[in-house]
């Protein structure tokens, strides 16, 4: 099936799956877009896939910048196929690479920065994956760090030890996850400085017209912290994009973002109280009049082709919010 039936298919949908009428947002979540396709990170589009994906955007949906979606939903006048295209973290090709495609076809974004990691950071996963990369193969024995010895002879191996290391540290306490990866990367070397942006990029893309929110400023998993610290990761966040900005930083993202596991209800007051006006989670689903604006739904459509791509994201119009107030 060919891109030719992009159009009658996205204008037969709403009758089709029983959403016509319906105010529906649909917000999209990335984190990174690669220069080319990456074994080692299989979910991240690469240049040429973004390009395609926000083109579809553009000719078959309507992208709105993420705070006007959101006020429209409450007043009714959202129109079709509304959607929103958000960028998790803070990667430096969020200014590089994705900027010019969003600037190609005019669609607004909004990208959630973890202010910890700006300025040579790397968050653990990053550490983890670019450790992996640069390893010269053969065994990377971790066994006395609690975790296992990881063959490293092909890609396939390479991908599994990323998963597995993953797996094990994700929920570790984030002081002692930091010990755990540095120490991995002490044991390899090469891992690059420069994955997150500059305080220069983050104003570059304000100034683009991207809207900055804030993403805690170490990315802890916030029913795993003290609420003293999550109320202080949540409200330093936005006072250090303020001040790079020199403007109001209004929109949260929880970090991971499932709800009930990543953060609770405490932290969602948490987020209101510090003055956000709205937050997203990673919950798949639709935005609709009865979501509660702290707790945001997101999807991205994994497809690799625009047919496949534009018919998952037009099926989930059909899942409203479960997490409706």
């Known amino acids: 099936m060919g891109t030719a039936v992009l159009g009658p298919l996205v204008r037969m949908a709403p009758l ?19 220069p080319e396709p990456d074994p080692l990170r299989p979910g991240e589009p690469d240049v040429a896939q973004f390009d395609w994906q926000m083109r579809l955007l553009r000719e078959h949906f309507n992208p709105l ?44 974004a909004t990208v959630f920065v973890s202010t910890g990691f700006l300025g040579g950071g790397r968050m653990f996963n990053d550490c983890v994956i670019e450790t992996i990369r640069h ?70 893309l304000a100034d683009s017209g991207v809207e900055i929110g804030a993403h805690t400023v170490n990315h802890p998993i916030l029913t795993s912290v003290p609420d ?25 993202a929880y970090p991971n973002g499932r709800p009930g596991k990543d953060y609770a209800s405490a932290h969602s007051a948490m987020v209101s109280e510090v003055g956000f006006e709205l937050a997203v989670s990673t919950h798949w689903g639709v935005c609709t009049s009865a979501s509660d604006v702290f707790q945001l739904p997101r999807f991205t459509p994994w497809d690799r082709t625009p047919v496949r791509f534009a018919a998952r994201l037009l099926l989930n119009y059909r899942r409203a919010d479960p997490l409706a107030a």
Do not use: W
Not at 28 to 34: G, N
Not at 139 to 149: F, H, P, R, S, T
Not at 235 to 242: D, I
């Open 228 to 252: 003293f610290e999550a109320r202080s990761e949540i409200s330093a966040s936005k006072t250090y994009l303020e001040d790079v900005l020199q403007r109001p930083v209004r929109a949260f």
């Open 135 to 204: 390893h010269p193969g053969g065994m990377l024995d971790l066994v006395d760090l609690g975790l296992a010895a990881f063959p490293l002879h092909s890609v396939q191996d390479r991908v599994a030890a990323i998963e597995g290391i993953l797996a094990s540290i994700k929920e570790v306490e984030p002081s002692a996850r930091l010990e755990l990866v540095t120490e991995i990367e002490n044991r390899v070397g090469g891992a690059p400085a420069d994955l997150m942006m500059s305080n220069d990029q983050v104003r570059h």
């Open 16 to 34: 089709l799956l029983n959403t016509a009428g319906s105010q529906r947002l649909a917000i999209l979540i990335y984190h990174r877009v690669v």
């Open 65 to 108: 910048p993420l705070r006007e979606a959101v006020q429209r939903l409450r007043e009714g006048s959202l129109p079709p196929r509304a959607v929103c295209v958000t960028f998790d973290d803070g990667y430096a090709d969020n200014e590089s690479l994705a900027l010019p495609v969003l600037q190609k076809y005019a669609l607004p």
